[in-house]
């Protein structure tokens, strides 16, 4: 899965698909896999609408704990960029750019 082109930016088919990959996927795409899980986690946290909500569900059941000086979605590992994604759809960052133009 490329953390630069989402097949969905629903939360909790992204959740599904993450845990569905996980098994089987090699070194290279686990890094990937973590870095999407790191974006989604982060998105969710800042958009959940409380417990009722699907972006409170993938909080409650991803398998990504950020540590303890973590505070959101990294540059660094590409996670902003699915954060991106996430908050402003398939366009990520690109379209954030026009939005603020």
């Avoid at 909790?12 to 089987?24: G, V």
């Avoid at 009722?52 to 990294?74: C, I, K, M, R, W």
Wanted: proline letters at 5%.
């Amino acid at each position: 899965m490329d953390p630069n082109n989402l097949p969905t930016t629903d939360p909790i088919e992204l959740a599904q698909l993450i845990s569905d990959a996980w098994e089987s996927a090699d070194d290279d795409e686990k890094c990937d896999l973590f870095t999407i899980a790191r974006g989604l986690y982060w998105y969710c946290s800042d958009y959940h609408g409380g417990q009722g909500s699907n972006e409170y569900s993938v909080l409650s059941t991803l398998d990504y704990n950020p540590g303890p000086l973590e505070n959101g979605a990294s540059d660094e590992d590409g996670s902003d960029y699915v954060y991106d994604q996430l908050t402003y759809g398939n366009e990520g960052f690109d379209a954030f750019e026009d939005y603020e133009d």
